[in-house]
């Protein structure tokens, strides 16, 4: 994999480490909660990915703001698993990922959105 981006680097790894945690979920007899984080969690790369393909400022943002949005979703679900006990698995790794994942995103998503709205204004 290109190492030219570094949020994309980040959710395609993630994306693997969620495969990783769906597999030890199924192997504990849990398959409905494992699902809903193996959705969001490998979507959030997905997004990325299509936002980097974008025609359009506002569609990048668009499928960022997607992104982090299903990011947010997977640390639900990754805490949720957590909380409840359902599966035993090293949250630690899990929980860190995910939050850098968040905290790059929601950066990106105020950034671009900051820069819209500085064109607006110089632009009127």
């Known amino acids: ?20 945690l769906y597999k030890i979920c199924k192997l504990q007899n849990e398959f409905i909660l494992s699902k809903q984080l193996l959705r969001s969690g490998t979507s959030i790369g997905a997004n990325i990915q299509e936002a980097l393909a974008g025609f359009s400022e506002k569609d990048f943002l668009h499928k960022m703001s997607i992104a982090s949005k299903e990011a947010r979703e997977t640390q639900y679900w990754i805490d949720l698993l957590s909380e409840s006990q359902l599966v035993k698995f090293d949250e630690a790794k899990y929980k860190t990922e995910i939050k850098s994942i968040v905290n790059i995103l929601t950066s990106i998503v105020k950034t671009v959105q900051e820069r819209k709205k500085k064109n607006r204004i110089q632009n009127p």
């Open 1 to 20: 994999m290109q190492k030219d981006n570094i949020i994309k680097e980040k959710s395609f790894h993630f994306a693997l480490l969620i495969i990783e």
